[in-house]
């Protein structure tokens, strides 16, 4: 159990317990606390875009450098891991992430000028808590106690957004999946890992300073294209075929269904219309929508897949227009491992009080930690520090102790727990973790959702 008082056998350091470990990499934490929320607000005013974060990138390899590691640069374009191996044996390698990727909300404060980027959902937070995390474990020399290895790993493009532009990517050859955790999968750049876990900041009360969810939703993501007939709006409409009220009835029909899907399901569809006509006196020849269909399982995202085709079928058959409708691979759905939250648990209780934590039920947003829990055994909790709304304009962190040096602390805390000792809690985790699919299961699962439909009405 954590906070357990079995000794480290080590050659030249004096045999400590794992929470006095712990309180030394606390110590160097604090110590280099300015730091690290200094590399935090430094992402923060830079936001970039999935699988276009150049300059957070840079940022990461830097200070991995500076900390003496080795960083493997452009994993998945942007991504940037270092690793460190602990000195007291063989054992698992558990990788430690943070995501480097932005997303577009209007009217953010901090969005930026060129692209609309802003830092609404935390991601600045958990690259400098992984980094804290580096620093901490490093200064503290607590590999020197630690069995096995860590992967410190930047990832890119968890937020599935700009999906023209990826698909574009994806076309030329430089993506295949639009997913930075999927592409890395396919690439080869978790084979290594055994188990992994990241900190998302939350700015929900319910959420508590910390907790951790039950599972979360999964997701497909849809690019639908209408094809009508343009013409003279005011001359001669009746020559036209208008796209964007055939759009119009397949969003309606969309709204219809919504209550034929099970609660239990946890389903949600929400459209965006990217591209809505011409030009007001010309009948809009063509109209593109993206949507995610997200679910608890699945069963359930395949099943209301079907139920939204139809739905965006009968637009184009109303108006005798054409729609292309491309389903791709999106993330999985995703639960997180009981022994590693028993461990998250004991580990903020005693950093931020039992009081503070919360645990969290199934969550209906979708996260490529998804399709690492297929694979592996995964944690994705939550820490506190900001407030607004996930993914708006009012979205900021507020208690930066808390949001940059707490996640840096618990992920620390979580390596030396699952490596420390002979790696005893790793081993325990991957002897009794059933992840549902292989690598290989993974890819053509995904492979297997990607389909394009043209629909003539």
Known sequence: MSGGFQKFVTDGEDDMTRDELKHRVYQAIDRRGEEIIGLGEQIRRHPELGFKEVKTARLVEETFKKLGLVPRPGLALTGVRADASGRAGDGPTFAILGELDALVVAGHPEGDPATG??????????????????IGLLDAKAFDQLAGRVAFFSVPAEEYGDIEWRITQARAGKLEFLGGKPELLRLGHFDDVDLAMMIHTTSRAEDGKAGVPASNNGCIVKTVRYVGRAAHAGGAPHMGVNALYAAQIGLMGINAIRETFRDDDTIRVHPIITHGGSQVNVIPGEVRIETYVRGRTMEAILDANRKVD??????????????????????????????????????????????HYRQIGHRTGSTDMGDLSQVMPVLHPYIGGARGTGHGADFEIVDKPLAYLGPAKALAAMVVDMLGEGAAAARE?????????TREGYLASQRGLAKRETYEG
């Open 117 to 134: 980027a802003a830092h609404a959902c935390g991601h600045n937070a958990q690259i400098a808590g992984m980094l804290g995390a580096a």
């Open 310 to 355: 139809r739905a965006l079928r009968a637009g184009a058959l109303a108006l005798g227009a054409k729609v292309e409708i491309e389903t791709l691979p999106g993330y999985m759905p995703m639960t997180c491992d009981p022994i590693m939250a028993r461990y998250f648990k004991d580990n903020v209780a005693g950093l931020l009080g039992e009081e």
């Open 429 to 437: 985790v991957l002897a009794k973790a059933r992840p549902p699919m």
